[in-house]
């Protein structure tokens, strides 16, 4: 049944494979592997059965016949485990493409690269013209002594840094903030693991592309038989937090906020503009994640967006919303709006956040389900009583959303370049100030 179905889907997920600059060989090796599969077991079985039936014929035989039977049941055995290695062989290769298949695309995202991204909206001016000179975030960092970069370089390698005094502060302030203003809307806050099972960090889609070098720390060890992982952000453990759950469509939507570190193995191009802090290995971030019906995955969507919005504005930060495009989605996301902020330092946009409706991608991978309503409705409310064949009829698969609330090191970065001042001292935005000793309304 399940090939009939993929054979007549198959060329709508290869289309949107292409759509979003995927290789489209896995959905051809999926159809292919799938066949495969269901020859041998159906040939494990009709091995299982013939097996059944010589062990029947040794407990029957006579001593004379039974040598005969014990060696076929031998024969037998080994060709069973032959067939089950190639079973367990294909099953691996298996789960290997179909993790390399996609979510699918919203029909109003737009196609191409992130070239084609859709501005949706602009909010404050861009800080191109002063009075003064601008300074870019590494060059304010040096003359007040906030980041540095030098020593972490010998300690740690590239793309490594010291926060030192008011930037220690200053990341300590926008952690708070962001979880506070999470907490306000809603969002029960949680402190998550930095390390997880590399196969839930798959799970939520953050396995490498085909010929594609891992962004993904890897921290097994030889005495484990257990892949592990760093996190690239915190939505891998709070989607973790929701694994193997079956939630009562009226306890939905889930709402949790997040801090963690996070680590990403990516080199980037190495050019002026990703300089300082822009693209680094280890950062502090906190992140939002929801768990909801299909039915509220969409309105989510806008609720996560709002609250980043409103969080950047009360920061006085120039910034705009994109719609973006297929070939920038990644493996999860369905839909993704992208947040930049204009950094006077390079004179340019930066990425600071992102919001994606992952729909039910990560909850088929990560088993997070929901039991509808109508289930109380129509057959009671003593749901533990009755037998699963008559409850999964109410059961689906839940949505899962997630946005960054404060990825630490590009807001330092806006920060710092949008409120410089002519005195070379740096604004501070008063949401912050609380969390700051003395509550200093400029670092100088």
Not at 200 to 217: H, V
Not at 239 to 267: I, N, Q, W, Y
Request: with cysteine; glycine share 4%; net charge negative.
């Amino acid at each position: 049944m399940f090939s009939i179905l993929l054979h007549h889907i198959r060329p709508a997920i290869a289309s949107n494979l292409a759509l979003r600059n995927y290789d489209t060989e896995p959905i051809h090796r999926v159809e292919k592997l799938y066949k495969q599969r269901t020859a041998l077991e159906l040939q494990t079985e009709q091995l299982r059965i013939d097996r059944n039936a010589i062990q029947q014929k040794i407990r029957e035989s006579s001593a004379s016949d039974r040598e005969h039977y014990v060696q076929e049941a031998k024969e037998h055995k080994e060709q069973l485990r032959k067939v089950e290695m190639q079973l367990a062989a294909i099953d691996n290769e298996l789960l290997e493409q179909a993790l390399q298949i996609p979510n699918e695309t919203h029909v109003d995202a737009p196609h191409g690269s992130e070239i084609n991204a859709r501005v949706i909206k602009t909010i404050g001016e861009p800080l191109q013209q002063t009075t003064f000179p601008l300074e870019d975030h590494v060059s304010i960092a040096q003359r007040l002594d906030l980041i540095d970069f030098e020593q972490a370089s010998l300690i740690s390698g590239s793309k490594f840094y010291y926060l030192k005094g008011n930037a220690a502060w200053l990341e300590w302030a926008l952690i708070q903030y962001a979880m506070q203003k999470a907490a306000s809307r809603g969002f029960e806050p949680v402190l998550t693991p930095d390390v997880v099972r590399t196969s839930i960090a798959y799970g939520c889609g953050f396995q490498p592309r085909k010929k594609e070098a891992s962004q993904i720390y890897d921290v097994s060890t030889p005495s484990s038989n257990t892949q592990m992982c760093l996190i690239g952000t915190a939505e891998i453990p709070l989607a973790g937090l929701m694994a193997k759950k079956m939630f009562k469509e009226d306890t939905l939507p889930k709402r949790v906020v997040g801090f963690s570190h996070a680590f990403r193995a990516e080199a980037g191009h190495g050019s002026a503009e990703e300089r300082g802090l822009y693209r680094v290995h280890q950062f502090s971030k906190v992140e939002l994640f929801t768990v909801t019906t299909p039915e509220q995955s969409e309105a989510m969507l806008e609720e996560l967006r709002d609250l980043q919005e409103d969080m950047f504005r009360e920061l006085g930060l120039c910034f705009r919303v994109l719609d973006m495009p297929t070939e920038e989605l990644g493996a999860s996301a369905y839909r993704k709006y992208d947040i930049e902020a204009w950094m006077p330092g390079k004179n340019g946009w930066g990425e600071i956040s992102s919001t994606s409706n992952c729909t039910d991608y990560q909850s088929r991978r990560l088993d997070i389900r929901y039991l509808s309503k109508e289930f109380k409705e129509q057959v009671g409310p003593k749901d533990i009583r009755v037998p699963w064949h008559v409850k999964e009829k109410w059961v689906d698969y839940c949505h899962t959303l997630n946005g960054t609330a404060m990825a630490v090191p590009r807001v330092i970065i806006a920060l710092l370049e949008t409120h410089q001042r002519p005195d070379g001292t740096i604004h501070v935005p008063s949401p912050l100030r609380k969390w700051i000793p003395g509550e200093p309304s400029v670092f100088q």
